[in-house]
């Protein structure tokens, strides 16, 4: 009766085990959505800043 009872507590002891883990992996995936969706805040900021430099850059070669 030992046995069953042993290998019942490591199953439920493993599952939970896996629960935490899966938690600890759903914080760190969403944390790295989050970092993803702010670098592509600043790229988006940085490319539309390139566009507007290139503008004025143009601008300024066509009054020469």
Known sequence: ???PMFA???GF????VLGVLA???????QR???QV???AR???RAADDLERAAESA???ADAL
């Open 42 to 44: 600043r790229i988006s």
């Open 23 to 29: 938690v600890r992996v759903f914080v760190e995936a």
């Open 13 to 16: 002891v493993g599952l939970v």
């Open 37 to 39: 969706t702010d670098s």
């Open 58 to 60: 143009a601008r300024s």
């Open 32 to 34: 790295l959505g989050r």
């Open 1 to 3: 009766m030992f046995w």
């Open 8 to 10: 019942i507590a490591v």
